[in-house]
Structures are given as C-alpha cells and as structure tokens.
C-alpha cells in the first residue's frame, strides 16, 4: 500500500493557499473595512497563534466563526474551485502504481471539504482505495504516530467487510 498526502503532493497549493491567504483575508478585510494587506497581516497572526499543530488551523468553519465573516465555508471554498489543480505528471504516475497493483490511499491533514472537492474536482478518486482526513475522520493531525495505525487498521477492516 503506498500512501499519499494531497495538498502540494497530489495538488497544487494554489487551491488552499487561496482560500487561507486570499479569501479569508479578503473577506476579513470587506466586513472590517480595511486595506486586503492589514486583513492578510492580521489573519495570518492569527492562524500563528492558532499553531499547525491544533486541529482549528485545518477548519474553515472555525475560521469563518472566529473572524465573524458572513460566508459559509462552501461558498468560500467553491469560490476557489477553479484553482485546483493535480499536477502534470499525477495521472499517469498513478495509473501506473495502480496498474502495477499497488493500493493506493490518500491520508491529508487537510479537512474532508477540502479533500473532497479537490478529488471530484481533479477526477482522480477513482485510483485510490481509501482517503482519509486525519483532522476530520480522526480528530489528529499527521503529526501524531496514531494517525498512521489508525488508517492503517481503517484500510484492513474496510478491505475485510
């Protein structure tokens, strides 16, 4: 079984980095009236304060709640949609793992929403066996040893029903 994280592996950046460092700060920005570069400032102190280490770094909805902005996450997300992009030699890397037989599951830290729209959006689903969010599906981050048992046993118990 080999393993994969999505964002900045699988995908491109482009897709989450502009709903943290441009749409969240441009939103911020609108309802505060002022400028987009006090906004990106501002929220970028605050997911540093927040830490990658914390499961509300990955959640939008935390975000949106915390900064008061009037935007679901899906609308912030959909927004960014166009910006998703595998890139180019993704495909045929994994039509060959998957033709040689190797199974193939993704495990990101991004959360489910994010993960989702990026695989439906990409059209790559189809290759893998399982993808798992360890913030959402697991309540971790990839940072904790747990992680990779957990998806590991989830794998096994999937593949034995």
Same mark, same amino acid.
């Given at each position: 079984?080999?393993?994969?994280?999505?964002?900045?592996?699988? %995908? &491109?950046?482009?897709?989450?980095?502009?709903? @943290?460092?441009? *749409?969240?700060? /441009?939103?911020?920005?609108?309802? !505060? $009236?002022?400028?987009?570069?006090?906004?990106?400032?501002?929220?970028?102190?605050?997911?540093?304060?927040?830490?990658? &280490? /914390?499961?509300?770094?990955?959640?939008?909805?935390? @975000?949106?709640?915390?900064? !008061?902005?009037?935007?679901?996450?899906?609308?912030?997300?959909?927004?960014?949609?166009? $910006? =998703?992009?595998?890139?180019?030699?993704? %495909? *045929?890397?994994? +039509? &060959?793992?998957?033709?040689? *037989?190797?199974?193939? =599951?993704?495990?990101?830290?991004?959360?489910?929403?994010?993960? &989702?729209?990026?695989? #439906?959006?990409? *059209?790559?689903?189809?290759?893998? #066996? +399982?993808?798992?969010?360890?913030?959402?599906?697991?309540?971790?981050?990839?940072?904790?040893?747990?992680?990779? +048992?957990?998806?590991? %046993?989830?794998?096994?118990?999937? $593949? @034995? $029903?």
């Amino acid at each position: 079984m080999l393993s994969f994280d999505m964002d900045g592996t699988i %995908t &491109d950046l482009s897709f989450v980095e502009s709903v @943290w460092l441009e *749409g969240i700060p /441009r939103l911020f920005a609108e309802k !505060n $009236r002022i400028s987009f570069q006090e906004a990106k400032a501002f929220v970028k102190n605050e997911y540093e304060q927040s830490g990658m &280490d /914390r499961l509300e770094w990955y959640d939008l909805n935390h @975000w949106v709640g915390k900064l !008061n902005l009037n935007f679901s996450p899906s609308e912030i997300l959909n927004s960014f949609q166009h $910006r =998703i992009k595998t890139f180019p030699e993704v %495909t *045929g890397a994994l +039509q &060959d793992l998957s033709k040689k *037989g190797y199974r193939l =599951i993704i495990l990101s830290n991004a959360r489910r929403e994010f993960l &989702d729209l990026e695989l #439906e959006k990409t *059209g790559i689903s189809g290759f893998f #066996e +399982q993808t798992f969010s360890s913030t959402s599906d697991f309540g971790l981050t990839k940072k904790t040893t747990d992680i990779y +048992q957990k998806s590991a %046993t989830s794998v096994a118990f999937l $593949r @034995w $029903r």
